[in-house]
């Protein structure tokens, strides 16, 4: 264990797919094994378009029974809601006034909003709320509030982290060295995760598998995958299988390695291939999924240890509140 503070929100949007676990969730899991870890459900995030407050509780709780089902290591694990901290409206607040407008207007996501406004020739800002337009610092205030070292995202955040990074610059040259620089820790690249029709897995393609679906959904999903129509006895190309891709992340080097050459030698077709697979996948994530399943109908245990997480949160974030206010008001 370094003694590196890692942070990172999960913003409660529902079930995750695979593809999201894999390239988010499970480098944070993992960091989580050996560093102090603040990990918290980013609802007030949501707020910018959920404007339902029973879907963002019931995600909040599915975000939390998520984490912990899936083996975020609770002894070493902060994890509360970020609404239960008042200090993150103090921060966000106090570095309003150190960022720059121009700042925001860079933002990835509010930058693609507007171009696509603009091709659609309707006002630029048309949509925008000043909750997504100030998201990021937001965000930078989550970061910053906890002395965070290490903030794993995946690749779609990372210049949120930069701007994080960047505010705080701003404010420590006006205001002498209070905060720590973060750094973005972008999951190792484990490559474009494939959907079920082979194409990356993400939302908008309906492709994809959800995290702990039910086991008779997750099957259906898998024989659903779009294969080529090479008989059972032909050999198979492995690298152009979406069922062996997806496999490649489940299954250890050697079962990988026998898979591959089943799929080489032929004699196997691609429903028994897609049974193999659907085996693995059941048997690593149904204890996950039955725990999951055990939180979900016992909220008030996710209460009790998001409501434990605040107040232990809070001592951290308390301290920075005085010396930011000490700095910037005296
Ligand atoms: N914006 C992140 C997302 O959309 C969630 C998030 C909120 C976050 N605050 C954070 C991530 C702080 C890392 C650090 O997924």
């Known amino acids: 264990m370094d003694n590196k503070i890692v942070l990172t929100g999960i913003k409660p949007t529902g079930m995750p797919h695979i593809g999201n676990y894999l390239g988010a969730l499970k480098p944070l899991i993992d960091l989580s094994q050996n560093h102090k870890t603040f990990m918290f459900v980013a609802d007030l995030h949501a707020l910018n378009s959920v404007h339902d407050a029973k879907t963002?509780?019931?995600?909040?709780?599915?975000?939390?029974?998520?984490?912990?089902?899936?083996?975020?290591?609770?002894?070493?694990?902060?994890?509360f809601r970020q609404s239960d901290i008042n200090e993150i409206y103090q921060l966000t607040e106090f570095l309003m006034n150190v960022t720059p407008k121009g700042l925001m207007n860079r933002?990835?996501?509010?930058?693609?909003?507007?171009?696509?406004?603009?091709?659609?020739?309707?006002?630029?800002?048309?949509?925008?709320?000043?909750?997504?337009?100030?998201?990021?610092?937001?965000?930078?205030?989550?970061?910053l509030l906890y002395n965070s070292d290490i903030v794993p995202v995946g690749k779609d955040q990372k210049q949120h982290v930069e701007f994080a990074r960047d505010i705080a610059?701003?404010?420590?040259?006006?205001y002498g060295e209070i905060f720590k620089l973060p750094e973005p820790v972008i999951g190792e690249d484990c490559g474009i995760i494939p959907g079920l029709d082979g194409r990356k897995m993400s939302k908008s393609y309906e492709n994809t598998i959800p995290l702990l679906a039910p086991e008779s959904e997750l099957k259906k999903k898998i024989m659903r995958i779009i294969t080529d129509s090479k008989t059972p006895a032909e050999p198979k190309n492995p690298d152009e299988s979406t069922i062996f891709q997806i496999y490649k992340f489940f299954a250890n080097e050697q079962e990988v390695a026998e898979f591959r050459k089943m799929f080489l030698d032929g004699g196997m077709g691609y429903g028994t291939a897609k049974t193999i697979l659907f085996e693995k996948i059941n048997s690593v994530l149904s204890v996950p999924r039955a725990e999951y399943e055990r939180l979900m109908f016992n909220t008030d245990e996710i209460?009790?240890?998001?409501?434990?997480?605040?107040?232990?949160?809070?001592?951290?974030?308390?301290?920075?509140?005085?010396?930011?206010?000490?700095?910037?008001l005296g």
Do not use: C
Request: hydrophobic share 45%; aromatic share 6%.
């Open 303 to 328: 209460d009790k240890i998001l409501s434990n997480g605040a107040e232990r949160a809070r001592i951290i974030a308390s301290e920075t509140i005085a010396k930011v206010k000490k700095a910037m």
């Open 107 to 143: 933002a990835h996501s509010y930058k693609a909003i507007v171009e696509k406004n603009t091709m659609a020739n309707i006002d630029a800002d048309s949509g925008v709320n000043m909750g997504l337009y100030t998201y990021p610092i937001l965000m930078a205030a989550d970061i």
């Open 169 to 174: 610059g701003y404010f420590n040259n006006l």
């Open 56 to 79: 963002i509780k019931q995600h909040t709780y599915e975000a939390a029974a998520l984490a912990i089902a899936m083996g975020v290591n609770m002894e070493n694990t902060i994890l």
